[in-house]
């Protein structure tokens, strides 16, 4: 089994996209390491850089299992100890300081050739850096980095409009692709009046839809062919970038530019977060209290706790994590996917992470069960 450990909150960068957002800097207490020392696999990561942790090295000594450790590669003091303890090390890798202040690029190329094969160049791709997708993948792929794409997940309006995905269904998108903004007003038209034939077009079209298995909003993604000609892009782009990194023999994981209601999945199905002061969750997501931007749509996102570490065992989170695992190994079955609902737009529940199904801890707008988004899992 996994876990995912945020050994500290504090950070040397600003990013622009991370739901930090906040001036706090604490580290995690030596006691709760030793409970997580005898997992398969340890991912150390978290709301904070882990190489400004103090005893970091030491700490990463005491694990048994595989070790992961995703860091920014600002950071140069014990950085080659590091590296010969960890099986894998995530980079963030990215030009514009911009969006990322504090960031030296002539830094992450060092620590991409130092890494070579134990690395992974992790890129969140916006409509501020896809043009440069291409060099940043032969950079990273010629030192023998493996490439991961994510997209961003918006904490607001402003970093959503930067976003490059579309969140409905690809097959809804397909389905109603030569649909146009007249059909559908005619259709409407037609069911003021009682009926006609552009109604029964509309509900042919939503038949053939729900007998799929799907739900759809029509109106709303005739009204997002831009949205859907950025997704299409980049998707594009990708395939080129793809390419390089195939043609150097290093591995490419991709991120999704459209959902789908009936092929989701958790990356955290039977794992967990622990946070630098022992509380857990299900995922990074659920650890903190914030705000997304996703559908059109601010919500709020509550914290979720199974425990804390620094009073029970790691058999009691465990314990309390079996009922939601459950839930979430069927997410098309038991979440409802919120980008293809005609509701969403106004959805009180959704604003509230609340969903149809009634789960009050809903993974109904997850981008990363879309693989939309990804992490280093």
């Known amino acids: 089994m996994k876990v995912q450990f945020e050994i500290t909150t504090s950070c040397n960068l600003s990013c622009e ?42 700490t990463l000594e005491m694990f048994n299992g595989k070790i992961l450790l995703s860091t920014n590669g600002m950071i140069d003091e014990n950085f080659d100890e590091i590296l010969a303890i960890v099986d894998r090390v995530g980079i963030s890798m990215d030009f514009d300081a911009r969006h990322r202040k504090g960031l030296i690029f002539r830094k992450l190329e060092e620590k991409l050739k130092k890494a070579g094969e134990k690395a992974v160049a992790q890129i969140v791709i916006t409509k501020d850096n896809i043009k440069h997708l291409s060099e940043l993948v032969e950079i990273s792929a010629v030192n023998g980095a493996g490439i991961q794409l994510t997209n961003v997940v918006a904490g607001d309006r402003e970093m959503y409009e930067k976003a490059l995905y579309f969140e409905s269904s690809r097959f809804c998108v397909e389905a109603v692709r030569d649909v146009g903004s007249d059909f559908v007003l005619s259709a409407i038209k037609d069911f003021s009046k009682g009926g006609g034939k552009k109604a029964e077009e509309y509900r042919r079209l939503l038949r053939m839809i729900y007998g799929e298995g799907y739900s759809i909003n029509i109106p709303y993604i005739v009204e997002s062919r831009e949205r859907i000609e950025t997704a299409r892009k980049a998707e594009k782009i990708v395939e080129n970038a793809e390419s390089i990194a195939r043609s150097y023999g290093v591995e490419f994981e991709r991120a999704e530019f459209f959902g789908d209601w009936k092929n989701r999945e958790c ?44 009073e029970l065992e790691v058999d009691d989170v465990l314990e309390n994590l079996d009922e939601f695992n459950n839930l979430r190994k069927s997410l098309s079955k038991n979440f409802p996917w919120c ?38 899992l």
């Open 339 to 376: 980008a293809d609902c005609p509701h969403v737009s106004g959805c009180w529940y959704a604003k509230q992470n609340i969903d149809c199904y009634g789960n009050e801890l809903s993974c109904s707008e997850c981008l990363y069960s879309a693989k939309i988004s990804r992490c280093l």
């Open 267 to 310: 990356p955290y199905e039977d794992m967990f977060f622990v946070r630098f002061d022992g509380l857990t969750s299900t995922c990074m997501l659920f650890a903190y209290s914030h705000n997304e931007f996703v559908n059109e749509h601010s919500k709020n996102v509550n914290s979720f706790h199974l425990g804390n570490l620094k």
């Open 17 to 58: 996209y991370c739901f930090r957002k906040r001036e706090f800097s604490f580290h995690a207490s030596e006691s709760i390491a030793e409970k997580l020392a005898d997992f398969d696999e340890i991912v150390v990561y978290g709301y904070g850089e882990p190489l400004l942790y103090p005893n970091i090295k030491k």
